[in-house]
């Protein structure tokens, strides 16, 4: 619903039936009764409040990633929303989160309980870009998030809507998660007991959990029909911890099937063409593609190129034989991006992402709720160093980053725009610029492979 100042969304989350599988029931943990949840649409600078009721068995809490979001309504990992049926208490959720984690200790002082309903308020000061929200519970993100709780969140702003780009039916939010699946159809997590305990750090663990079905919107390998036209896709990689090497195949004549106009946190300064797309856990990549490039008829295949066997195709596109005309086009300036100095940086911070047989730590430390990391002052722009011995997707809270150097080299061809995600590789070196701004709090940094982050790979930042 909307008033003056406000959109309002109500979500319940709860256990629903799906077809994931033809002729299979799938129980899954979801938003409203859907996976993906349901899409929630906003208006930069216009508040967006989203109240979510807990109909679920377990506790949750709901994160925006990529929202400019104040710390109360950002999904703090313990800020919990109890089962509305009362099945939990304090006690219950503390002890859970201590044995969710590896090593972990709880410190009841940062708890924040809700009974059953929360409100979270985005007052979405950023511009347009393609968000998603999904779980943040500590201890079970991995677990939450597989099970389904994942949708998107589009940001709206008068800059991009007065591009030419395509859009209705023309622009299509593609969520692409891999799942295993049981015999009767339910989601399989391995490795784990119902309530998802963790057994540690085991080898099964050390790349995180790994489906051998690729979904798009919540079905296996789709197919999607279009028409010879300019189509705007946002591809999310909302995996718990596979990456993608995304390609058309065939190649259109000439490549360059993939033309980025926009990154995590939005448009692009102008676009960027691709053959193909790397994308790390929780990146965006929003791209147009222009399937008049393509005889009628074709039937044009989304390939994983890091995959094999099973994981190896995404989905399909069927190109229609008519040739409507397109008044769409991707013009060379896109938009006003302005970058950020690193020169001007008032202090750089190094952060080690170390994973080992004990634990994935940064800077050699577990998670710990309410212990930072950092202390940024807001206003000011910093220098985060990220440096790893394996491969981590970085992602930061708070305030979308720009790539400076990698290796101490240009930012590689997936690291342009404003990012809240960055890949970061075995024995690499990526350097960030940001800027801290409007909400002081708690924040956090966390490798956004959902196992890495559940078995302590995150940390607070406290911006003062
Ligand atoms: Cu998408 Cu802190 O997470
Ligand atoms: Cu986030
Ligand atoms: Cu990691």
Partial sequence: STSGTTDSYDITQRVAELEILPGLRTKAWTY????????????????????????????????????????????????????????????????????????????????????????????????????????????????????????????????????????????????????????????RYPLVDPEFHTPGVTDAYMNGVLGDVVLVNGAPWPVHEVERLRYRLRFLNASNARLYKLELDPQPEGGDAFVQIGSDGGLLAGPRRHDSLEIAPAERFDVVVDFSRYRPGTKVRLLNRFGDGTTAEVMRFDVGSGSPADDTTVPEKLSEVVSLDPGRASVTRDFHFRGSAEGWTINDLEYQPGRALARPKLGQTEVWRFTTNFHHPIHLHLDHFQVVSRNNRDPGAFDHGWKDTVDLRPAEAVEVVVRFTDYAGPFMLHCHNLEHEDMAMMGDFITE
């Fill in 32 to 187: 409203g009764g859907t996976f993906p949840g349901p899409t929630i649409v906003s208006r930069s600078g216009r508040r967006t409040v989203v109240r979510h009721r807990n109909e679920l068995d377990q506790p949750v809490v709901v994160h925006l990633h990529g929202g400019h979001t104040p710390a109360a309504s950002d999904g703090y990992p313990t800020s919990l929303i109890l089962p509305a049926n009362g099945s939990y208490d304090a006690h219950r959720a503390a002890q859970d989160m201590a044995g969710g984690k590896h090593g972990m200790s709880m410190d009841h002082g940062t708890m924040d309980l809700a009974e059953g309903v929360r409100s979270y308020t985005y007052p979405l000061k950023q511009r347009a870009a393609t968000l998603w929200y999904h779980d943040h519970r500590m201890g079970y993100t991995r677990a939450s998030v597989w099970m389904g709780l994942a949708g998107f969140h589009l940001v709206h702003d008068d800059e991009e809507e007065r591009l030419p780009l395509p859009g209705g039916d023309r622009d299509i939010p593609l969520m692409i998660t891999d799942r295993s699946f049981a015999e009767d159809g339910s989601f």
